[in-house]
């Protein structure tokens, strides 16, 4: 179910965009099908988890003296000394979603774009304006549906002058790949505005969400979070 919009800053972003993120509460309802995050592996079959990336860093020729996998710099295996090709899918991998191969990804009707603008009244999702645009908040190689409840129509604006991503506010840990956003007190806005409507199921799920963040720190499933 989409809730609201994020701005997020786009400037730590390799295409200096800023970034509209969907706002989501159970973003599995749009297709997405998440699974444990797994970690790269090269050809050879070794796993490239952070660590062994580091040591795949000392072990370039001109270490110290190049740049970091951590800073952009190319991945070494340790174990072959190759520098292998990180695919789509295995980056989708490991952020812990279920990739959908490019060959089953299905483009979105006439139809069911008109059923979308029908159901903003031809109005970007986002602000009043026109929409001219049709995009899927969970996008395809995510598992993200054709179906309406995942299908966004934007205007110019929001369209060309965004990148596009998605955050489940079920899902706190979700929260750590936008940047500069705070999981905690957008959860307890949100859990108000839902008081307020008496939509009971989500505000209980919100007050469980918040009670545990207090006790605990959730756990990143986002292995390569800052090098994505």
């Known amino acids: 179910m989409y809730v609201t919009a994020y701005f997020e800053d786009g400037e730590h972003h390799h295409n200096r965009k800023p970034h509209l993120v969907f706002v989501l509460a159970n973003a599995e309802s749009h297709g997405i099908r998440r699974i444990e995050p797994e970690p790269y ?8 988890t952070p660590e062994a990336l580091d040591a795949g860093d000392e072990g370039k020729a001109s270490w110290p003296n190049c740049k970091s996998w951590r800073n952009g710099g190319q991945k070494r295996c340790p174990e072959c000394g190759e520098y ?3 695919g789509r899918e295995q980056h989708i991998r490991a952020r812990g979603y279920r990739p959908t191969p490019k060959d089953e990804i299905k483009q979105v009707t006439a139809r ?3 059923d979308a603008m029908k159901k903003t009244d031809g109005q970007c999702l986002v602000c009043d304006e026109e929409a001219s645009y049709v995009v899927r908040m969970v996008p395809p190689r995510y598992g993200g549906s054709r179906e309406l409840e995942n299908l966004a129509p934007l205007c110019d604006h929001h369209y060309e002058n965004y990148g596009h991503m998605f955050a489940d506010i079920l899902v706190p840990p979700e929260w750590n790949k936008i940047h500069g956003a705070e999981w905690r007190p957008l ?5 108000d505005q839902f008081d307020e409507l008496g939509v009971d199921g989500i505000v209980e799920t919100l007050n ?3 009670a ?8 990143d499933p986002f292995l390569y979070l800052d090098q994505q």
Not at 187 to 191: F, K, P, Y
Not at 212 to 219: G, L, N
């Open 41 to 48: 592996t090269c050809e050879c079959g070794a796993e490239l």
């Open 84 to 86: 292998p090709s990180i």
């Open 112 to 114: 069911q774009r008109e």
């Open 187 to 191: 959860a307890t806005e949100l859990r």
């Open 208 to 210: 469980q969400l918040l």
């Open 212 to 219: 545990t963040d207090q006790e605990q720190e959730w756990d």
